[in-house]
């Protein structure tokens, strides 16, 4: 059985390990939730542009104290780098619809084993809006998906097969957990990471969709910074 982990570990396990897939001067859109804490970790030594639909280009980690001034598409506060720039969300989707981001990374209400992502409608509840994940998924070169396991209730997220309607087909390019890092390539999803402690028949057990096991499977990267 997969362990319990505090939630704020989990979060920030998450976002720690998705900081470390970016090479210096890549342009990245952060969804909301987990993969707003992404832009905290970015490792030294590398420079990260991150872009937010809302009109900001250049946003930076969390400020110590709240600047109503910039404010990210999903309500969270952010700094600036030196040179950034705010621009109209028409520009901004221009940019995303244009295919100049290397990588966006997004949350999920379920992925499957072919790639295929839903998480702009959640059963049960009015949805204003689908907002940009669907031209972020069409138009990014990578899309990294930050997702817990499982649900709250404990039922799977990645899935043989979606339920909800997807936001795109066969876009996901990695998954990343608490507990494991998934890869899609070629049509076939591969576990490629295992955090400490998790076995790989548990991780089976927790997870519906049909993966392959990476020859290379290595320790998921950045746990050795947990405190």
């Known amino acids: 059985m997969l362990p319990v982990l505090d939630d704020e570990l989990v979060r920030h396990?998450?976002?720690?390990?998705?900081?470390?897939?970016?090479?210096?001067?890549?342009?990245?859109n952060l969804g909301i939730g987990i993969p707003t804490l992404?832009?905290?970790?970015?490792?030294?030594?590398?420079?990260?542009?991150?872009?937010?639909?809302?009109?900001?280009?250049g946003a930076g980690p969390k400020p110590e104290k709240d600047d109503l001034r910039f404010?990210?598409?999903g309500g969270r506060c952010l700094s600036t780098i030196p040179g950034a720039s705010l621009i109209a969300s028409d520009f901004s989707f221009g940019l995303i619809r244009?295919?100049?981001l290397d990588s966006t990374v997004l949350g999920a209400l379920?992925?499957?084993q072919e790639g295929n992502l839903a998480n702009w409608w959640v059963p049960g509840k009015l949805v204003p809006g689908m907002g940009g994940a669907m031209d972020l998924v069409s138009g990014a070169k990578c899309v990294i998906i930050a997702t817990t396991h499982c649900t709250k209730?404990?039922?799977?997220?990645?899935?043989?097969?979606?339920?909800l309607p997807l936001t795109?087909?066969?876009?996901?390019?990695?998954?990343?957990?608490e507990y494991a890092v998934f890869r899609f390539t070629g049509g076939r999803m591969i576990l490629s990471e295992l955090a400490p402690g998790i076995d790989l028949e548990d991780i089976r057990r927790a997870t519906e969709a049909e993966f392959e096991v990476s020859p290379d499977l290595s320790e998921m990267l950045g746990c050795e910074k947990e405190q």
């Open 71 to 73: 404010i990210g598409a």
């Open 98 to 100: 244009g295919g100049h």
């Open 110 to 112: 379920e992925v499957d």
């Open 168 to 177: 795109g087909a066969k876009v996901v390019s990695m998954v990343v957990t």
């Open 153 to 163: 209730k404990g039922g799977a997220k990645l899935m043989k097969k979606c339920t």
């Open 13 to 28: 396990r998450i976002a720690r390990r998705i900081a470390l897939e970016f090479e210096d001067g890549a342009v990245v």
């Open 38 to 57: 992404v832009s905290d970790y970015i490792p030294e030594g590398i420079q990260v542009i991150f872009q937010t639909e809302n009109g900001l280009v």
